[in-house]
């Protein structure tokens, strides 16, 4: 039972994802060609708000519901990992149009070749596990 | 009320639902990376046995894994109750620029030349659906994270790293864009 909130929040994430068409290999096109507003509204829009969450949440140290602080650990300080790890996502992003949480919901949708997505995405991190002590961090 | 909903929803309304699950999330003790459920998954199939990366309390992720089957049934509900299955409406100069690499104008939300079941059972189709699949994986466990993890809750928290990351993600969508998705179209 506890884990109810989690499915109807991923229900709910999958539902906005499709209907705002952030799932469309299309709009991730559209997006990248700086042809359109609509990705970069969705984002701005969810990062505008984000920013402002998390400030008041931190100014008023805000709880959750079990009562605990709300924490948000730093991430580890580099530039190579997430530069050269974020360009290989983007690379993969733009041909596949789906990140993990849209590829998925694709599948969902029906979209089975977004099966074969997922499956080598799955592949693609055991991949990094393998080689990672050879990679700049 | 379902008329509204079943019509492609506007980006203003789509974004702020977004930052509404990534509050729930932290609402519930959790954050929202949904990435973390590939080496989750790595971890859950037993490659934690033999490996320190997937040798994780893969069971404290749970939450994630439910949250991901919760997502594969919000497509799923889409397409049998909210759907209108409308062509997604993208820019003029959009479609004119996919024509070019073969890719018709949408029909619907994704294109069949790549994500119908022919194109995905021909030698073609299959590597670009394979190779996008690792490039994801492996950059996003590279990167610590994914468009969830680093644009949006990252950003969220001005965190540079994130900032850092999401140039990334950008300089590798316009390289493939613009200089490799025309050499293999």
């Known amino acids: ?137 | 009320m379902i008329e509204l909903l079943t019509q492609p929803w506007s980006w203003w309304f789509s974004g702020a639902m977004i930052a509404a699950i990534m509050f729930f999330l932290l609402f519930f003790g959790q954050s929202f990376g949904f990435s973390s459920n590939l080496r989750t998954i790595c971890s859950a199939v037993g490659l934690g046995k033999t490996d320190k990366f997937f040798d994780f309390n893969w069971k404290s992720q749970m939450w994630n894994l439910v949250f991901l089957i919760g997502a594969i049934l919000g497509g799923f509900l889409t397409k049998q109750f909210l759907s209108t299955d409308v062509p997604v409406q993208i820019a003029q100069s959009t479609i004119e620029d996919l024509s070019k690499l073969g890719i018709g104008a949408p029909e619907s939300l994704q294109p069949a030349e790549i994500f119908s079941l022919e194109a995905m059972l021909s030698l073609k189709g299959f590597m670009i659906l394979a190779f996008g699949g690792l490039m994801v994986g492996f950059g996003s466990r590279y990167a610590g994270g994914c468009t969830s993890g680093h644009a949006i809750s990252g950003l969220s928290d001005l965190q540079i790293p994130s900032l850092i990351a999401v140039i990334g993600f950008f300089a590798g969508g316009l390289i493939m864009t613009f200089l490799i998705m025309p050499l293999i179209f």
């Open chain 1, 1 to 137: 039972m506890k884990f109810i909130k989690f499915l109807l929040l991923g229900i709910v994430f999958g539902i906005i994802m499709t209907k705002s068409e952030a799932v469309s290999w299309f709009r991730i096109q559209e997006m990248f060609r700086f042809q359109a507003f609509h990705m970069y509204g969705i984002i701005g829009t969810a990062v505008t708000l984000g920013v402002a969450g998390v400030a008041l949440i931190k100014k008023f140290n805000i709880r959750d519901y079990q009562g605990n602080p709300i924490v948000f650990s730093p991430k580890d300080k580099s530039v190579s990992r997430y530069l050269l790890g974020g360009s290989i996502f983007g690379l993969g992003w733009a041909l596949s149009g789906a990140c993990p949480g849209p590829i998925v919901v694709n599948v969902g949708y029906g979209y089975w070749a977004m099966a074969i997505v997922f499956f080598f995405a799955l592949v693609g991190t055991y991949l990094y596990d393998v080689i990672k002590n050879k990679l700049p961090h």
